[in-house]
């Protein structure tokens, strides 16, 4: 057999990733997923327009994209330029984001943030301090990228009556986001984030009905998921986990109890999608090998998993094809390469991605001037 021939052959076998999938009222044509991406470019807390060419270079036809973290209330912002979702203005920003999303045919959910303890007094109303579960400040120097300089303020406790503002917060947030046209929301309770803090016993000291146990400990997180799939629908709700992970020194001394117990207790709800960072990832960017493994979490979790943190096209491939995974979320290389499906089709070269504008203010560079593969041949 020639060359010619093997590369025929090579293209009837179905590339796991490349195959549809079924994601309740979902139709997906592949498995690959643009993940979560802060990129601070919206000023003044408000999605922009030049984020409608970002979003719409990164749809496919039956794609699925996860926007990056919104801001629930004026209390939740933990990062400058990052956008939100509770204000008029705001909702209306991003409507023709997501109309142009749809246009190409994507599926596309928002993502609800609260940073709790993760902020600043900057960002807080009146310079007043963020709040969290605890009044302890994380102790890292370091924002999650694992190399921006960091210095965070002691956090204040919220009281029993505010968890319940907050809660109502979200679901606000939510509703919010399917008038902006969303197709559903995925709740951020990863990556040390408010809804992480009452999760992980380091950082929670409550000794109230919101901390001290596992099931008190999940107790508001569960709080949120079940308001927001009141508000809009079960199946239109997914969640960002990462038990394993220490980010804003938010560690857990069982992370497989922690993960176990919150995925058995979403199926008792129902919703549509569990997304989980994988043990290795050590910080946003950099991994090491773990004897730890999501598999005990996927097994046990009814629903719709993807899985982020680290995966290539082979990685990917694999732990689809494996049943490790339904989904895969792409961070880095879906940012530096807007065409990651066709590039991955094709096995093609990937464009490297460029660290340094990742966090920038620009509308373009290291945002949506990344190239496409020239297919004209």
Request: glycine content about 8%; some cysteine.
């Amino acid at each position: 057999m020639d060359e010619e021939e093997t590369m025929e052959e090579m293209k009837k076998v179905p590339i796991p990733l490349l195959t549809p999938y079924k994601m309740g009222r979902f139709s997906l044509s592949h498995r690959i997923v643009l993940a979560p991406l802060s990129r601070l470019r919206s000023y003044n807390l408000v999605a922009q327009p030049h984020a409608v060419l970002y979003y719409s270079q990164r749809t496919t036809p039956g794609g699925f994209l996860i926007g990056e973290a919104s801001v629930i209330s004026e209390t939740a912002q933990g990062s400058p330029n990052t956008p939100g979702i509770w204000t008029r203005e705001q909702v209306e920003a991003w409507k023709p984001i997501v109309k142009a999303v749809h246009d190409k045919g994507g599926i596309f959910f928002c993502q609800l943030w609260h940073a709790g303890r993760a902020s600043d007094n900057c960002f807080q109303p009146n310079g007043q301090a963020p709040i969290s579960c605890t009044d302890k400040p994380i102790q890292f120097k370091v924002h999650i990228d694992g190399t921006t300089p960091a210095d965070f303020p002691p956090p204040r406790r919220l009281t029993i009556d505010e968890i319940k503002q907050v809660v109502d917060d979200f679901r606000i947030a939510a509703k919010n986001a399917m008038e902006a046209g969303f197709d559903g929301v995925e709740i951020h309770a990863a990556n040390g984030y408010l809804i992480d803090q009452f999760l992980k016993d380091q950082v929670n000291d409550r000794t109230d009905e919101y901390g001290g146990s596992m099931e008190n400990r999940c107790r508001f997180p569960l709080e949120v998921v079940r308001a927001i799939a009141d508000e809009i629908g079960f199946d239109r709700v997914g969640i960002r986990l990462s038990p394993f992970a220490d980010y804003n020194d938010a560690a857990d001394s069982n992370p497989q109890a922690l993960g176990l117990y919150i995925v058995e207790s979403l199926n008792r709800i129902g919703i549509l999608y569990c997304h989980v960072i994988e043990p290795r990832m050590i910080t946003q960017f950099d991994s090491r090998e773990t004897k730890h493994s999501l598999l005990p979490m996927r097994k046990a979790f009814n629903g719709t998993f993807i899985v982020a943190g680290g995966y290539n096209r082979e990685g990917g491939n694999e732990v689809v094809d494996s049943g490790g995974a339904d989904l895969v979320a792409f961070g880095r290389l879906f940012l530096a390469n807007p065409d990651l499906p066709k590039r991955f089709e094709l096995h093609a070269v990937l464009n490297k991605y460029d660290r340094s504008t990742f966090y920038t203010s620009d509308p373009v560079v290291g945002y949506t001037d990344y190239p496409f593969l020239d297919t004209s041949d």
